[in-house]
């Protein structure tokens, strides 16, 4: 059963915007925009932004955004990198900002978004390959701002984001590559198939169904395969060394079993891993925390886990 509030936040989010619109690639990312515009709130009052351009070594550009909340003087700092979701096709700095502007207001980190290519005109692994250039770049404190809290990095994002940075964690593993101390995973799209149960039993979910899963995965990966392994979490030959994990799935949401399979195969592996399953909510819900008791109480769990995660250098 749906919380309430999410199902007025499903009700208004229909009534402006569809997955399953007849639209091309960019006149549904013009409609998102404008989705997810009619429902940002008011910025936080102590957030501020600065915006920049990271040169990748193949010459593309791609945009960053470092979120800093002001008044955090004397609690734990740190840097988190975000990839914001959309199906590796949707989805842009500005749409994902009432997400990333309060993870830096309510944890106190600096939280920096990344804008990399998407599909279908950029296809796998493109938008891995930019989230893997700019992590190696934090690690190596070379993100172009003038300065960055000097706690070791995290990786987060959501849906799509999460498997980007669930995949960079991966790759960084097999190159023998520390530093990266939380990886916090919100409705995962681990792999190019949902796991079971929540595949057949919430195929036709509000927000998200199984055929707009498939959709997105045919026009990033296509369905010719295979792509490397660590642009797919669930396709891993294993799931040790990676850094603790935090993977929230939703009750209504095909993609809600992805979470919990990848937790299980990293504690299987002694990982440190933790899943939560967020009742009553949907696919997309984070952007509704200001309305929904449900995705407040998911924000907070994101949040602690971040604060919980910092390491101080």
Same mark, same amino acid.
């Given at each position: 059963m749906l919380e309430p509030e999410i199902a007025a936040f499903v009700e208004?989010? !229909?009534?402006?915007y569809s997955h399953t619109t007849p639209l091309s690639p960019p006149e549904q990312r013009e409609l998102y925009e404008r989705y997810t515009a009619a429902l940002a709130p008011q910025m936080p009052a102590n957030v501020s932004t600065q915006d920049a351009v990271f040169e990748s070594r193949a010459g593309h550009a791609i945009g960053l955004r470092l979120y800093r909340n002001t008044a955090a003087a004397g609690l734990a700092r740190g840097t *988190? %990198?975000?990839f914001h979701? +959309?199906?590796? *096709?949707?989805?842009s700095l500005q749409s994902h900002q009432p997400v990333t502007a309060r993870l830096?207001?309510?944890t106190g980190l600096d939280i920096v978004a990344v804008d990399y290519r998407l599909a279908p005109e950029h296809p796998a692994p493109a938008a891995h390959d930019d989230c893997l250039e700019v992590t190696m770049a934090a690690l190596r404190h !070379? %993100?172009?701002?003038? #300065? %960055? #809290?000097? +706690?070791? &990095?995290? &990786? !987060?994002?959501? #849906?799509?984001?999460?498997? %980007?940075?669930?995949g960079v964690a991966l790759r960084l593993r097999d190159e023998g590559i520390a530093g990266v101390s939380g990886l916090a995973l919100v409705y995962p799209m681990l792999g190019t198939d949902p796991q079971k149960p929540a595949r057949d039993t919430e195929a036709h979910a509000p927000m998200l169904t199984l055929a707009n899963v498939h959709g997105f995965s045919d026009l990033y990966w296509g369905?010719?395969?295979?792509?490397?392994?660590?642009?797919?979490?669930l396709e891993a030959d294993r799931y040790d060394g990676l850094p603790p994990t935090l993977a929230i799935g939703v009750e209504h949401d095909p993609l809600r079993d992805d979470a919990r399979v990848f937790v299980e195969? $990293?504690?299987?592996? +002694?990982g440190d891993a933790r899943l939560w399953i967020a009742a009553g909510l949907v696919h997309g819900c984070w952007? !509704? &925390?200001? $309305? #929904?008791p449900g995705a407040l109480a998911l924000h907070r769990e994101v949040c602690g886990f971040l604060r919980a995660h910092v390491t101080q250098t």
């Open positions: 208004r989010t !229909a009534a402006i *988190v %990198l975000y979701g +959309g199906g590796f *096709v949707l989805g830096a207001a309510d !070379a %993100l172009p701002f003038d #300065s %960055l #809290s000097t +706690g070791t &990095l995290q &990786l !987060a994002g959501d #849906s799509a984001g999460a498997t %980007l940075a669930a369905k010719e395969r295979p792509y490397p392994t660590w642009t797919i979490p195969r $990293m504690t299987a592996a +002694g952007r !509704a &925390l200001d $309305m #929904s």
